[in-house]
């Protein structure tokens, strides 16, 4: 079955550093979601991505977080400089038929800001 | 503004029973979506069930259905005959218009 896969599962990072955390979506799906967790909280919305532009996005997604396609297969989340309170679970999800079905998430990429 | 509110942090059930999460919404919008996500220990999140505001039938997928009220604003779900595969947090969350808003979550225990 496919499904949606993240790169690294673990990044650990120093305060001010850029950060890029990759998803390789489910190959014919169209719309691509990148949500946090921060530990012991609820999922947040962060950005959602159709036809290489933003689509969505919530008060969180500021000028610091920027998300790409830069090929046909990748997904990328960029930090510009990260700050501890960045430190989440992130997690990628991609659907096929618009943000109002069902979303296939991937595993999750814990980010740890020190 | 769009809010979703799980009241329970917690819910222990025994196997085979049957256990019933809450979940209350709040929007403003006439078109959106509802939703109950499965977060297992593994933290992949996983679509348990979905429902249209404009279908006024309760979805159901096998042993999980929900019980939709728009008046209320009310979405719970119901799990029956719980498994021991069942234990993970539930996430209520809605959509509406590209935005997703998700609940705090509630744990679900399943004892044998």
């Known amino acids: 079955e496919p499904e949606v896969t993240q790169t690294p599962s673990h990044q650990v990072t120093q305060m001010g550093q850029e950060v890029i955390l990759r998803c390789v979506p489910i190959?014919?799906?169209?719309?691509f979601y990148w949500y946090r967790q921060i530990l012991g909280q609820k999922v947040e919305f962060l950005v959602s991505?159709?036809?290489?532009?933003?689509?969505?996005k919530s008060e969180i997604f500021d000028d610091q977080f920027s998300v790409e396609r830069p090929d046909g297969s990748n997904f990328t989340l960029k930090i510009r400089s990260t700050k501890l309170e960045d430190s989440a679970m992130y997690f990628c999800?991609?659907?096929?038929?618009?943000?109002?079905?069902?979303?296939?998430f991937g595993p999750g990429t814990r980010l740890t800001v020190t | 503004a769009q809010t979703v509110t799980q009241s329970q942090p917690e819910m222990s059930v025994q196997e085979a029973e049957t256990v019933t999460l809450s979940c209350t919404y709040d929007?403003?919008?006439?078109?959106?979506?509802l939703f109950w996500y499965k977060q297992p220990p593994s933290r992949q999140m996983i679509l348990v069930i979905r429902q249209e505001a404009y279908k006024q039938q309760n979805a159901t997928e096998n042993r999980f259905s929900v019980n939709f009220q728009k008046a209320a604003k009310s979405f719970s779900l119901k799990i029956s005959d719980s498994q021991l595969g069942d234990a993970a947090m539930y996430f209520c969350a809605s959509h509406s218009w590209g935005k997703f808003q998700f609940g705090a979550g509630t744990q679900v225990v399943v004892t044998p």
């Open positions: 929007t403003s919008e006439s078109d959106y979506y």
């Open positions: 190959s014919n799906h169209l719309y």
């Open positions: 991505f159709y036809n290489n532009e933003i689509s969505e």
């Open positions: 999800a991609s659907s096929n038929q618009g943000s109002s079905y069902e979303q296939y």
